[in-house]
């Protein structure tokens, strides 16, 4: 590939493969020149905004249902998801598609060149009539004029939605304010429920959200007490914080709160914010992220609220805890596999009942079947699919 020929220089197409080739690597990702696209001042969160982006681009070589299974277009994104985002290896791939290594080869480079191309368009739109030299220098110029907004800042947050105990980063946060507090002669008072209080946030957006709300309501306050009280209302988390200002939400904060859906309000003299509605309950157990973020993806933009567990302990202990309404899981994990997960669900009173589908490269449904499974699907996943059998099991 020359650029003559094609104006994506052979050099970002390297940078490309550099990065498809760490995509679950978070510190070698951050070494990659492909970063230099992103704000490296976030950290790790450039990096997994980069994974992102990686992997919606793999998902746009999806053809759909109207593309036969053995076309050449679905081979190649079979194997670009597999490859990548299953994290299998070549060999792997090759021969789960039933192709040869050296027509494995072949495919791969496509694909990288593909994801080049969608990737050098995203980011170099306005770049394309520059000299190399102006192409090189063009994302920093570009960050210099951007970086300041308001929505600059959000778009490199880590948007990934987890499972937190909100009980805990309130705690952190009044330790984040306290000095504060003690210099304003202004008591913080505390009540949180005993038993944790499990969401599905960002939490470094909501930790921030938090510091900051406290932060107003100690400066703001005309009293010496500010009152900070979690409660369990129905099927929702409300934070109360006494103020007696109706200024205590900047705008920034507004915004910030609108990426987690929190929704607040003033009543008399109190902040009320609704940290969550319950919603459908949706957990994904899964230790690939690439995977967990695709999948949170495909579902968080409907009705769901989406909970996550890398690992078959947590998750279990996260189901016990929540009870979603439905479990997608994996069956390789490591130190506790997906079907020993299944069976612990199975036979422990408080999950037994919950749904389970199993989303996996592995293909044995009858096994899952008899081991209590309520659906199945083979990686690669589509959103189709995904929210097809949600609305089979009436989710």
């Known amino acids: 590939m020359t650029e003559q020929n094609n104006p994506i220089p052979d050099i970002f197409v390297e940078q490309i493969k550099d990065a498809l080739g760490n995509l679950y690597n978070i510190p070698e990702l951050l070494k ?30 999806n053809p759909g249902k109207v593309v036969s299974v053995r076309s050449t277009q679905a081979r190649l994104y079979n194997l670009m998801h597999l490859h990548y985002v299953g994290d299998m290896t070549l060999q792997e791939t090759a021969h789960e598609l039933g192709i040869s290594i050296r027509q494995a080869y072949r495919d791969l480079k496509r694909g990288q060149e593909n994801i080049a191309s969608m990737m050098w368009l995203k980011h170099n739109r306005h770049t394309s009539s ?12 570009r960050k210099a004029s951007e970086l300041s907004t308001i929505e600059s800042e959000i778009k490199y947050l880590e948007r990934t939605f987890v499972s937190v105990n909100i009980s805990d980063s309130l705690s952190l946060a009044v330790k984040a304010v306290q000095r504060l507090a003690d ?26 959200i938090l510091i900051n709300l406290l932060s107003q309501a ?29 200024e205590l939400v900047s705008q920034v904060i507004d915004q910030l709160m609108k990426q987690v859906r929190w929704a607040y ?3 008399q003299d109190e902040l009320v914010i609704t940290l969550n509605s319950h919603g459908t309950r949706v957990l994904i157990i899964d230790d690939n992220e690439g995977l967990v973020d695709l999948l949170h993806h495909y579902i968080s933009d409907n009705v769901y609220q989406v909970f996550t567990a890398n690992n078959g302990a947590d998750g279990m202990h996260i189901a016990s805890d929540i009870q979603p309404d439905a479990i997608i899981m994996d069956l390789m994990m490591p130190d506790m596999d997906g079907w020993e997960l299944l069976q612990h669900l199975r036979t422990t009173a408080s999950t037994r009942e919950i749904p389970v589908i199993i989303c996996s490269v592995i293909h044995d449904p009858e096994l899952a079947y008899s081991l209590g499974a309520d659906e199945f699907i083979a990686k690669p996943v589509t959103q189709e699919q995904i929210l097809s059998v949600l609305k089979k099991i009436n989710l």
């Open 183 to 208: 210099q304003k002669n202004v008591s913080l008072k505390i009540v949180i429920p005993d038993d944790p209080v499990m969401i599905s946030t960002n939490q470094a957006i909501a930790q921030q």
């Open 130 to 141: 520059m000299s190399p030299d102006e192409r090189t220098t063009a994302p920093a110029m």
């Open 265 to 267: 309000e003033m009543q």
């Open 218 to 246: 100690i400066q703001q306050s005309q009293t010496l007490l500010v009152d900070i009280t979690l409660r369990i209302d129905g099927d929702d988390a409300k934070l109360h914080i006494s103020c007696s200002s109706d």
């Open 32 to 61: 990659v020149p492909l970063m230099t696209y992103y704000d490296m001042s976030q950290g790790q969160s450039a990096a997994h905004q980069l994974r992102r982006d990686l992997i919606e681009s793999i998902e746009t070589l």
